[in-house]
């Protein structure tokens, strides 16, 4: 036990796991799976207020299990904004350039097909774009980069989409 009372990790983790310490460790040996990297990341991902800090969880995980969060944040925003992205960190890209290069660029591939050509190589721009990928693919993070705009973000959010949806509107 440590000082807290609490049980120590190694301890926490065998009362919490229903897979023994040798069977894990067993495991752990073996090479990691191709998928090993989205499962780490997938979540579902919980962003809680505790004590005045709001740490990132997956959702069956927390302090009271004597676990560790992915993050912890001072400020909400920041952490919606983590939490919206968390997801996308762990995932294969969506998009990938192609080689060579031909008159029209870079070409920009995702699922096996050309989906655009970019005038100059930016891998930073491909991985933005891939996180923005992830998000329209979840409403959830969604919802959060909206929470985490705020009331004036969220209303002009609204007047681009209803304009998008129902047109001009006259005065």
Known sequence: MADSGKPDGDVQTALSNAFSREYLDRLREGSETSASGESEAAGPWEL???????????????FEHGDSPEGVFQVREAGLIFFAVRPAA????????????????????SAGQVVGHLRFFNPDWLHAAHVGACLARSPLAVAAILEAGGPDFQEQVGRILG?????ELEP
Do not use: I, K, M, N
């Open 90 to 109: 762990g995932r294969d890209p969506l998009f990938r350039p192609l080689e060579p290069v031909t008159p029209q660029g870079f070409a920009v591939e």
């Open 163 to 167: 304009r998008d949806l129902f047109g």
């Open 48 to 62: 809680r207020h505790e004590e005045g800090v709001y740490p990132l969880f997956r959702s069956w995980e927390g």
